[in-house]
């Protein structure tokens, strides 16, 4: 499976850094990555021109969350038909650092199911927190979570599991964590959806977290906002 490589730049960033798709192509030429997808998620104010800048450098776009309405009375929200205007392609739906502030699954379905609706391809964030690792509960954690947030026709979905201790904590899962979650989820989903793995993914460990079987790509945070880090980790995915 074409795997992709999401940097998910979080409350980062101006307009200056729309030159970082082209910083991002010096390092690894588009023709030097046929075979993988490289994605940026910038803030909303930043996708129009971000993607204008990424399309020249073979770099697709993304926001990082989007409102289940097409339109409506929901002051500071932007939905997926907006995000999609823009001529971004992707959309992270339920990442924890959304879900922390009572995002329920229910509402990141119907944010997935808007996202596809509008021809977005949602990233379907799901993860276990520490406690819940610790009691060994994590299989039926991530289990319920894909159950209740996943749209019923998930084929255009992408599912990324990130654990929310290794999230911006420098601490990963072993590959034998990752590589056992990623085979609990690909039985629960099927064969063609991408699984990626998310949460202090950085140059050093990427090569052997993308050689894991079943991880079809990495969610970047910290590691995806400098490109010389972000190139390295697609590097690992050729
Ligand atoms: P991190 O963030 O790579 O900084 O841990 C990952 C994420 O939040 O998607």
Redesign the pocket.
């Known amino acids: 499976m074409r795997p992709l490589i999401a940097a ?1 730049w ?1 409350m980062h960033g101006d307009m200056n850094w729309n030159d970082k798709p082209d910083a991002f192509n010096r390092l690894l030429p588009a023709e030097q990555r046929r075979s993988i997808d490289v994605l940026i998620c910038p803030p909303f104010p930043y996708i129009l021109s971000l993607t204008q800048a990424a399309k020249a450098n073979g770099i697709v776009t993304g926001a990082q969350d989007c409102h289940f309405e097409e339109q409506g009375a929901y002051t500071g929200s932007v939905s997926a038909q907006m995000v999609k205007n823009c001529g971004a392609e992707f959309v992270i739906v339920g ?3 959304r879900r922390a502030v009572g995002e329920s699954d229910k509402i990141v379905r119907l944010k997935a199911e808007a996202a596809l609706k509008a021809g977005l391809t949602p990233i379907v ?1 799901v993860g276990e927190p520490l406690f819940v690792r610790e009691d060994g509960n994590e299989k039926a954690h991530v289990e319920a979570q894909l159950k209740e947030s996943l749209p019923q026709a998930f084929g255009g979905c992408v599912i ?1 599991y ?1 654990p929310i201790w ?4 420098g601490r990963t899962a072993s590959s034998g964590d990752i590589a056992d979650m990623h085979a609990h989820i690909r039985g629960l989903v099927g064969a063609g959806v991408r699984i990626l793995y ?5 140059p050093e460990n990427a090569g052997e977290i993308l050689g894991t079987v079943n991880v079809n790509g990495a ?6 906002l400098e490109m010389e880090s972000l190139a390295q980790i697609a590097r690992a995915a050729l």
Not at 166 to 169: D, P, S
């Open positions: 998910n979080k990442h924890s650092e964030c990324a990130e290794a999230i911006g904590t998310g949460g202090s993914v950085k969610l970047i945070g910290g590691a995806g």
